[in-house]
C-alpha cells in the first residue's frame, strides 16, 4: 500500500458522537470525494465512508468485507486466485482479469490508481478510512471510474512517536500479527512504516496434492515512509508498500460429477480435487510514490503525485478440478504501471475547484497453457495445448478540470469535465502444442500450429462531462441533482483467434479489415441522472442520503468465451449494445439513545440499502442475434441491504479507563448471476451474512481487545465460477465437463489485541 498526501480527518462510520452544549449530536465526517477535504453531507456525489475505528471494532480484515456496509457494490475475490479484485458499482464492472480487459470500477490507494485487478485485494490495516464514491467518476478519477471508485487512504505520520503491536489468533489457525512505528526524528523530518504478517490454514483441502491447502492463506505485507515538512506551506512523501502472497492455489469445486470419469461431487465445498502443481503459486507486489503539496497563497494549492507499481503472480489454476490433466491453466500475470498527476487546487469564498493533469504508461502481460491431455488422448494429440499470450501497452493521458461556485448561502454549482486520449497497444499470440507444458512453464512441448500472431493499435478518446446544483434550504439539508459521464476505452480480446475471422464486411475476402474489426472492440460509456437527498434530523442525532439514478450504458463491453468437444477455444468479445441502470440507495447513521442504563452509554445504528433495474435493451450476441431477453447483468444483485447496531457503555479495568462495545450486523444480498447467461448452478440465490463482534477501548487508545465472530451462521455461498458445460451437462471443452465454484469465507472467530506505546 502507498502513503497518503491528503490532509483529512474522516470519523468513523458507526455514530461517533460530540456534547455540542446544545445536547449530544453525531461528529461531522470529512471525505475527499471531490479531491479536496469536504463535509460528507455537502458533497452532490453518493459516497460512503467507512473510518479506520469502525473498521477496526468490526474486524474487517481485507477490502472485499467493505461490500458489506456500501449498497449497490460488489467486491470479491476472482475466480482461481487469492489477491484478483472483482468489482462492481450499480451494476457496472469487469469480472475478467486477463490482459486486454480493463476495471470497471477504479481502485485508488492514496490517489494512486491500480491499473490491473491482480494483487488488489488489500489487506486492511493501519488505515484512516476507506471511501465507496457510486457512479461515473469520469471528471475527477476519470481512468476507467465509469461504474465508480474505491479509495483506501493510509494514515500519515503523527508530530509524536507512536509503536502500536496488533496480533490476532482465530479458527482455521489465524495467525496475525501487525506491527507499525512512526517517529519525527527532526522538526522537519518525520519516518514511519507497518509491517504485517497475516497466517491461515486453508477452509479446505487439495485431496490429491498431499500438504496442500485449499483457502489458506500466507501473506507478508509491509510499507514505509517518510515524510519531510520543511515550512508550513509545503509537505513532501516518499513511501514505498509490497506485498507478498505465498498462500497455496485456491481451487474451486465441482458442481457436477466427471462425465467421462464419473467422479462424484465432494461434500465439503471448499475441498477440490485439482492435480495442476505447475506453476508454484506466488504473487508478489511492490510500488513506490512521491507526493508534494505546496500550499502558495491563502487560495491556491499545488499538488503533485508521481507513481510506479509492479506486480507479477504466478497460478496453477486446474479449470476441471480433477487430477486428471482435462483443462489445466498454469498462468502468468506480470503488470507495471507508472503514474504522474499534477493538480492546482483553488479556494475562495465563494469558488473552489481543482485543474489537472494526468498521465499513465502501463503494461499488462499475461501467458497461460489450457492443457486438454484427456481430450488430446482421444483425438491422438496426445498433451494437447492450446497456449496463449496477451502483451498490452497503454498510454493515456487527460486532462480535467472541476469547479464548485456559491451562488448564495443556499444554492451552489458545480461543474466540470475531462479530456481522455488512451492509446492501446496489443499483441497476442496463439499457439496449439502437443507433449503437455509450454516452455514458460517448464515444459519442452512440440508447436504444430499459430493460430493467431496479431498485432493491433488504436486510440479511444473521450470527453466526459459532469455538472450538478445544490440547494440547502437550511443547515440540515442539501438536496442535488448532478448530470455525470463515464468513458472505458477499448481494446483488443487476447483471447480470440484470427483465423476464426468471419468475412465481417461482406466483400467475398476475410482480409486485415475483417481481422483487426474481429480481434477489437470499441469504448463504453455511461451517462447518468442523479437526485439525492443529504439530511440531519432530530437535532443531529441522525444524518441520512438518499439518492436515485438513471444510467444508460451504451456499447457495453461483453468478454467471453467458447469452447467445443475438438479443443477449439476461442475469445469473443463483443459490445453487446445498450442498457438501462436505475436504482435508489438509501443509508445513514443515527445515536438511538443514550444514558440508557447508565451515565455515558449509548446505542447507535447504521444502515446501506440499495436497489437496482438493471436490464438490456440490446444485446448483440456473437452470431449477430439480438438476445437481450435471455440475458441479464452478471454480479448485480437487484437488493442490497445492511444494518449494524452498536451498544457502547464505559467500563474500567482496573485503573484503566475505557469503553465496552458490543456490535451486530446484517448483510444481505439478493439473487445474482455469475454471468450474462443465467446458470441454475452457478447463480447465487439470495443470503444473509451475521457477524457480530464484543470490543474494549482504553480511553487513551493505547490498547484495544477484541473477539470477532464472522458468518455466524456459515452460510455457504458463490462468489465465482467457471462454465465449460452445455445446458444439457455436455462439455464443450475438454471431457469431463467444467461447472466450478468458488465460495466466500466460512464462520470464523478471531481475538485481537492491540497496544499502543
Known sequence: MLATGVAASALSVPV????????????????????????????????????????????????????????????????????????????????????????????????????????????????????????????????????????????????????????????????????????????????????????????????????????????????????????????????????????????????????????????????????????????????????????????????????YREDKSRSPIDFDSLAVADLDVPVDYENKQFSEEFQVLYQDDKLSGIFGFYYLDANAFNEFDVILDELGQ??????????????????????????????????????????????????????????????????????????????????????????????????????????SEGFKGGGFDPRSQTTAAPDLDGDGDIDSEDVFAFMSFDSETVKTFELGWKGSAFDGRMDFSIAGFLSNYTNIQIPGSVGTPEGTFIGVTSNAGDADVNGIEFEGRALLATDMSGSGDSLNMTWAIGYLDAQFNEFIDAFGVDVADERVFQNTPEWT????????????????????????????????SQFETPNAFLDQPGFALWDASIVWNADDDDLSVGLHAKNITNKRYIVAGYNFVTAAGAPTLGTEGTLTAFYGNPFTLTATISVGF
Open 641 to 672: 441491504a445492511s444494518g449494524s447496531l452498536n451498544y457502547t457503555r464505559p467500563m474500567s479495568f482496573g485503573s484503566r479507563d475505557g469503553a465496552l462495545s458490543l456490535i451486530t450486523s446484517l448483510a444481505y444480498r439478493s439473487a445474482a
Open 16 to 307: 461517533a458522537a460530540q456534547d455540542t452544549g446544545t445536547g449530544v449530536q453525531l461528529e461531522e465526517i470529512q471525505v475527499t470525494a471531490r479531491r479536496r477535504t469536504e463535509s460528507l453531507q455537502d458533497v452532490p456525489v453518493a459516497v460512503t465512508a467507512l473510518g479506520g475505528a469502525m473498521l477496526e471494532d468490526q474486524g474487517l480484515q481485507d477490502i472485499v468485507e467493505v461490500a458489506k456496509f456500501a449498497p449497490n457494490l460488489t467486491l470479491e475475490v476472482s475466480r482461481g486466485t487469492n489477491t484478483t479484485l472483482t468489482a462492481f458499482i450499480r451494476g457496472i464492472g469487469q469480472q475478467d482479469p486477463v490482459a486486454g480487459f480493463e476495471a470497471g470500477v477504479g481502485l485508488y490507494v492514496d490517489d494512486v490508481y491500480l491499473n490491473r485487478p491482480q494483487a488488489a485485494v488489500v489487506d486492511i490495516y493501519d488505515v484512516e478510512r476507506i471511501e465507496v464514491l457510486r457512479g461515473p467518476q469520469g471528471t475527477l478519477y476519470g481512468r476507467n471510474t465509469i461504474g465508480g471508485a474505491v479509495k483506501y487512504v493510509t494514515k500519515r505520520i503523527s508530530d509524536e512517536p507512536e509503536f502500536n503491536i496488533k496480533g490476532s489468533i482465530g479458527t482455521y489457525e489465524q495467525l496475525d500479527l501487525v506491527v507499525s512505528a512512526s517517529a519525527p526524528i527532526s522538526d522537519t523530518v518525520r519516518v514511519g512504516g507497518a509491517l504485517a504478517t497475516l497466517n491461515r490454514d486453508g477452509f479446505g483441502e487439495n485431496l490429491t496434492i498431499e500438504g496442500l491447502d485449499n483457502y489458506n492463506k500466507k501473506v507478508l505485507a509491509g510499507r514505509g515512509s517518510i515524510e519531510f515538512l520543511p515550512s508550513d506551506s509545503f509537505f513532501f512523501r516518499v513511501a514505498a508498500d509490497f506485498v507478498d502472497d505465498d498462500s497455496d492455489p485456491r481451487q474451486g469445486h465441482r458442481l457436477i460429477p466427471g462425465v467421462a470419469s464419473g467422479a462424484p461431487v465432494l461434500d465439503d465445498v471448499y475441498d477440490t480435487r485439482a492435480g495442476l502443481e505447475n506453476p508454484e503459486q506466488s504473487v508478489k507486489a511492490y510500488g513506490g510514490s512521491a507526493l508534494m503539496e505546496w500550499t502558495a497563497s491563502d487560495t491556491l494549492t499545488v499538488k503533485n503525485i508521481l507513481a
Open 378 to 483: 482421444l483425438i491422438g494429440l496426445p498433451g494437447l495445448n492450446a497456449n496463449t499470450l496477451g502483451d498490452v501497452d497503454t498510454s493515456t493521458w487527460s486532462l480535467f478540470a472541476d469547479m464548485t461556485y456559491d451562488v448564495s448561502d443556499k444554492i451552489s454549482l458545480s461543474f466540470g469535465g475531462r479530456y481522455t486520449s488512451d492509446k492501446r497497444t496489443s499483441q497476442v499470440l496463439r499457439r496449439t502444442f502437443i507433449g503437455g507444458a509450454s516452455e514458460r512453464f517448464g515444459g519442452d512441448a512440440t508447436l504444430i500450429a499459430t493460430t493467431s500472431d496479431f498485432n493491433g493499435s488504436d486510440t479511444f478518446k473521450k470527453f466526459t462531462p459532469r455538472g450538478s446544483i445544490s440547494w440547502k434550504p437550511n443547515d440540515d439539508n442539501n438536496i442535488y441533482l448532478s448530470y
